[in-house]
């Protein structure tokens, strides 16, 4: 029997997916012991890398002088973005990197808001950008969020519905506010084909994912479409 981290990094978390799950293919649903070390392995690396990554960008922000070019500190404040949405599917615990980054941001906003204060156009979009960055932010809290983010395409298409599917539920309607209206409809049309397809040969396995599904549906309806910073 093989044993999952209590916070595992994005490679090990999708692997618990998929562990015994019938809402994936077959030959996905057994995890081996070498499948979780490599990915317990290839989590590490990542996490050190960010460490080093993270690092960097605290020496790059407290370098930066009073007279910076606004060009600078706008990509630094985009760099701070993207690290936030890279460390929050990191292994362990980060919490409190992600509320530094919070911080960092903060300080950096502060600088563009005072170059903006005497242009009511610019202060729009500001605050327009802001609450975006909010709820992209917000969304990144969720792992799961994290997850599909992830640029290297951890989770391919065809994993998307039994994903959302797994859960948790909280973090998969959260989920629906990255695709538009059609496209939330399409998943959940997915979902009941998908669930009616399998329940024969689970009659009892699936009572979760239906539950899943029914909630789903109502956010699909509910939610306007979110999208995300990049």
């Given at each position: ?76 404040k985009e760099k701070i973005d993207r ?148």
């Amino acid at each position: 029997m093989i044993r999952f981290s209590d916070k595992p990094g994005a490679r090990e978390r999708h692997l618990q997916r998929m562990q015994g799950n019938p809402l994936f293919a077959t030959e996905k649903q057994e995890v081996t012991r070498a499948q979780l070390e490599e990915a317990q392995r290839l989590d590490t690396e990542e996490l050190l890398d960010f460490q080093q990554h993270f690092q960097s960008l605290l020496q790059e922000a407290m370098s930066l002088d009073d007279n910076v070019e606004s060009d600078v500190i706008l990509k630094l404040k985009e760099k701070i973005d993207r690290y936030y949405e890279w460390c929050s599917g990191l292994a362990g615990d980060q919490g409190a990197t992600r509320a530094a980054l919070k911080k960092l941001v903060s300080v950096i906003m502060r600088v563009v808001w005072k170059a903006a204060e005497n242009d009511p156009l610019a202060i729009d979009e500001l605050e327009q950008e802001e609450e975006a960055r909010q709820m992209h932010y917000a969304l990144q809290d969720y792992s799961l969020i994290s997850d599909l983010l992830r640029p290297d395409n951890l989770i391919d298409a065809s994993e998307l519905v039994p994903v959302l599917l797994t859960g948790p539920v909280d973090a998969a309607c959260a989920a629906l506010q990255l695709f538009e209206a059609e496209q939330r409809a399409a998943l959940c049309q997915q979902a009941r084909a998908l669930l009616s397809e399998l329940q024969q040969q689970y009659p009892e396995g699936l009572t979760q994912a239906w539950q899943y599904l029914t909630e789903l549906e109502a956010h699909a309806i509910s939610q306007p479409a979110a999208g995300n910073l990049n």
